[in-house]
């Protein structure tokens, strides 16, 4: 193998994107659990409700605000993470549950 | 004392209509799209909709991160649908957003007026068209109970927040 062959080979090894990862937050109570999360873009978070009531993934922050809708007991949703950035995750119907996440690139 | 106790009852009565404001003391914001602050947008994947924000300019000028909102506050929700794909998905902006189609839906306006007492502090509600005509038949009990849960944000979701952040 020459040095072209080798350089190619380390370049395209670096080009090469990490795999999206699946991060998982239950809700139960009055907390998303994990309670913070660090993530990258491409990312995706699993939003599983083993409670017995409604849970909700609201985003209140600028530039990342969201709503996915009231999320039945023993339902499940995602959210890829699109965008880098810090924003917080809460529930409409529980005021006291946050989750914060962190999405480098 | 019968008759004084049926005018003080009725006077009562008046004073307590003057202070419960209802849903058309909330009047239509006229030309606030080019007049208040569109200062967030919220993608609601559920509804396939997005919803613009608007505050009063004065409002957000005077307000003070981590207090209640000044007397006067006027707060704007503009239902816009999202864009869809062939295959009606969502779709997204380079930014990761949801693309808000031009026509306007449904706008709701919430008003803080400190002559007004109602379930939610001195905050009460509208609903209207996107003419500007108040929507016919509206219910407003869904927005004071969901709002109630943020009461200690003066009652709302994302203008408080949108303070309290811009201050760190």
Not at chain 1, 78 to 102: K, Q, Y
């Amino acid at each position: 193998m020459n040095l072209f062959m080798h350089t190619w080979l380390a370049a395209s090894a670096l080009a090469v994107p990490a795999a999206a990862e699946e991060f998982l937050v239950t809700m139960a109570g009055s907390d998303y659990s994990p309670a913070s999360i660090s993530a990258s873009t491409g990312d995706t978070i699993r939003f599983v409700n083993n409670d017995d009531t409604a849970h909700n993934v609201f985003v209140p922050t600028a530039t990342h605000a969201l709503d996915l809708g009231a999320q039945e007991p023993g339902s499940e949703t995602e959210l890829m993470l699109r965008s880098t950035g810090s924003f917080d995750v809460e529930c409409v119907f529980h005021a006291n549950m946050l989750l914060t996440v962190e999405v480098g690139s | 004392m019968k008759r004084s106790s049926i005018s003080v009852a009725i006077l009562l009565g008046v004073l307590g209509a003057a202070v419960m404001a209802g849903p058309d003391e909330v009047k239509f914001p006229e030309n606030y799209q080019t007049e208040f602050v569109n200062y967030l947008d919220v993608d609601r994947y559920d509804r396939k909709r997005v919803r613009r924000m608007y505050i009063s300019a004065e409002a957000l000028e005077t307000a003070i991160p981590g207090e209640p909102l000044p007397d006067g506050t006027v707060l704007i929700m503009e239902d816009h649908d999202a864009r869809l794909g062939a295959d009606e998905t969502l779709q997204f902006d380079d930014a990761g957003r949801l693309i808000a189609e031009e026509a306007v839906g449904n706008i709701f306006v919430m008003e803080k007026n400190s002559a007004w007492s109602t379930d939610n502090g001195n905050w009460d509600y509208a609903w209207y068209l996107a003419d500007g005509t108040p929507r016919p038949e509206a219910t407003f009990e869904g927005c004071f109970s969901c709002h109630a849960s943020r009461a200690e944000r003066d009652f709302t979701f994302t203008a408080w927040k949108f303070q309290s952040d811009r201050s760190n």
